[in-house]
C-alpha cells in the first residue's frame, strides 16, 4: 500500500499557485519525499524530491514539515499545461520500487 | 539515449498469444524498473533490474509473465499465454546509480498500450 495520502482532485485558477498537500505521517528517516505527475497518458514525469529541507528547481518548489510527515508541492503559477495527476511517493532512492497511490488529479481552470 | 524509449507504443494480441515488450533506459542508468497501470490511476511495480541481474521481482506474477536485460540489448518483458486481464499500460523506468547519489530519481518512458482482444 503507498504510504501517502493526497486529495483525490483540486482546482486552481490559471496564473494562481497551485498547493498540493501531501500527508505522510509513517514515513522513516531515510526515506524521501518525491513527487511525479502523469499528464493524460504519457509517463510519470518526475518534479522534485527532497529529505528534510525545503527544495525548489525550475518546475516547483518542495516544502517538508518539520517533524517530516506531510509536505506541499508548489507549482508557483499555474498553466493549462500543468492539468495532471500529481502523485507523492516516499522512498528510499534510487533502486527502491516506487509505490504509487492514487495521486491528486489537478485541473488548471481558464 | 537521454530518454527511456519503449517499444512498441502499442500491441494488440488476441487472447492466448504472446506478448514481448521493450525499453531501453537512459545510457549509464543501472536500474530498470517495469510498472504495469492498469486504470488510470493505478500503477502496480512489476519488477526492477541493476544492470542485467534482478533486484526485486516481488510484483512480477508466478506465471506467464518473465522479463530480461541482457548487455547491449534493450530490456523485455515478455507475456505467455496472454489474457483479457493483462490489458494496461505497461511503463519502463531507470534511474542512475552514482556514488552518493542514492536519491537519485527514476525516468519514465511513455509507455506500451497492451490491448488483449
Known amino acids: 500500500d503507498a504510504k501517502t495520502t493526497q486529495p483525490t482532485s483540486m482546482d486552481c485558477a490559471e496564473g494562481r499557485a497551485a498547493n498540493l498537500p501531501c500527508n505522510h505521517s509513517?514515513?522513516?528517516?531515510?526515506?524521501?519525499v518525491y513527487w511525479y505527475r502523469q499528464i493524460h497518458s504519457q509517463g510519470p514525469q518526475y518534479i522534485i524530491h527532497?529529505?528534510?529541507n525545503n527544495e525548489t528547481n525550475e518546475m516547483a518548489s518542495l516544502i517538508i514539515t518539520e517533524d517530516r510527515k506531510s509536505s506541499t508541492l508548489i507549482l508557483p503559477h499555474a498553466t493549462l499545461r500543468d492539468t495532471a495527476v500529481y502523485y507523492c511517493?516516499?522512498?528510499?532512492?534510487?533502486?527502491?520500487?516506487?509505490?504509487f497511490g492514487k495521486g491528486t488529479r489537478l485541473h488548471i481552470l481558464p | 539515449g537521454e530518454e527511456v524509449a519503449q517499444t512498441p507504443k502499442h500491441l494488440v494480441r488476441g487472447e492466448g498469444q504472446k506478448a514481448k515488450l521493450y525499453c531501453a533506459p537512459i545510457k549509464g542508468h543501472s536500474y530498470v524498473f517495469w510498472y504495469q497501470q492498469v486504470l488510470k490511476n493505478e500503477f502496480k511495480f512489476l519488477i526492477s533490474f541493476q544492470n542485467e541481474n534482478v533486484f526485486d521481482e516481488t510484483g512480477m506474477p508466478k506465471e506467464r509473465f518473465s522479463a530480461k536485460c541482457l548487455p547491449n540489448s534493450p530490456c523485455s518483458l515478455e507475456i505467455q499465454a496472454t489474457k483479457l486481464e493483462d490489458s494496461a499500460v505497461y511503463f519502463c523506468?531507470?534511474?542512475?546509480?552514482?556514488?552518493?547519489?542514492?536519491?537519485?530519481?527514476?525516468?519514465f518512458g511513455d509507455g506500451t498500450r497492451l490491448s488483449i482482444l
Open positions: 509513517t514515513i522513516s528517516g531515510n526515506e524521501y
Open positions: 527532497g529529505l528534510k
Open positions: 511517493i516516499v522512498s528510499l532512492g534510487v533502486d527502491d520500487k516506487i509505490i
Open positions: 523506468a531507470s534511474s542512475q546509480s552514482t556514488a552518493g547519489g542514492y536519491n537519485q530519481p527514476q525516468h
